[in-house]
């Protein structure tokens, strides 16, 4: 469910506990990053080895399904790209060795179930009256004798829930990729698959702690292992905390605030014009010189990868209680 402002509360106080994550790729002639091209059997290039790489997939479903800043995917095969390109960073930057788990979110416990309820009745709610609004203008410009845009289908984001068509269909493209990686990508082959989808009860997060604490009980275990866990909650922080585990590393994107973010969006808000005044990429667009998969059609610029150490976290926190 996530803490409000806890990750930024963190940063701030213990800014030594985050570490910015060295991400290797290759560039296509399209200008698309590939992160399933490069050498995995090489020394990681983040100074440290890696065991296992455990990942709360809603965490990317979500950004790959409707991202905030950037364009719609026209398609849901064109989600799944996304979603696959995502996975593949993740192992490039992490490069485990011996396990790989991801874990979709399946049914709730009841008082989440409740939550998630009422969040999305006020989301199909939100949707019903931005279409309202939205055919009012369009009777509106026609009254005008002005020809409205296109209309667009907008796509219902509650349908990343479990039992749905979508996720039953996210669960089918999963199996491919995975069955596809470990029968082309000769790393993929030194360390173990596991897959959880959304038709296994509980919280990806909680299934992801529920298989550590489990291997932690097995006979054999090697307590030196190095865990890394992808998600976008901070309670996720927590729960690393009360595994007790000697090397346990969060990954997740950066967040900036205060002044770096407000720098940052001034950047971004930079738009090239061409000689008319018209930003570049919409004369561009408008003139066809885009191809299919032009860069510039491309999603926008991934966000960079950060590690949030447990480890180093805990040694802060024992000096601060002590």
Known sequence: MG???????????????????????????????RFNLIDMEAANPNGQEFDNL????????????????????????????????????????VRPRRLLYMA??????????????????????????????????????????QKPPQKQTPWDSNVITPGTK?????????????????????????????????????????????????????????????HVLHGLDADLIMLGL???????????????FGKAKWEKDQKNNQTKLDANGVPDAVAKRKRGEFGEHDSSTAPSNLKPLQFLHVSILREYLAIEFE
């Open 3 to 33: 803490v409000p402002a806890f990750y930024r509360w963190l940063s701030e106080k213990y800014p030594r506990t985050i570490v910015d994550a060295v991400e290797e790729s290759v560039m296509t002639i399209e200008g698309r990053k």
């Open 54 to 93: 455990f990942i709360d997939m809603n965490g990317i479903i979500h950004p790959c399904a409707h991202p905030e800043n950037g364009e719609q995917p026209r398609t849901e095969e064109e989600m799944f790209l996304r979603l696959m390109e995502y996975v593949d960073r993740l192992v490039a930057c």
């Open 104 to 145: 979709i979110d399946g049914v709730a416990p009841r008082a989440k179930m409740n939550q998630q309820r009422s969040r999305r009745f006020r989301s199909a709610q939100e949707a019903k009256q931005h279409a309202e609004v939205d055919k009012e203008v369009r009777e509106y410009m026609e009254l005008m004798g």
């Open 166 to 226: 979508f996720m039953a269909k996210l669960s089918k493209y999963m199996r491919f990729y995975v069955r596809d990686r470990m029968n082309n990508c000769p790393v993929w082959k030194q360390f173990k698959v596991v897959f959880s989808d959304a038709s296994v009860p509980g919280e990806g997060e909680h299934k992801l702690m529920s298989y550590i604490r489990t291997q932690r009980s097995q006979p054999g275990y090697d307590p030196n292992q190095h």
């Open 242 to 256: 009360a595994t007790h585990e000697a090397q346990f590393s969060v990954l997740r994107e950066e967040v900036l």
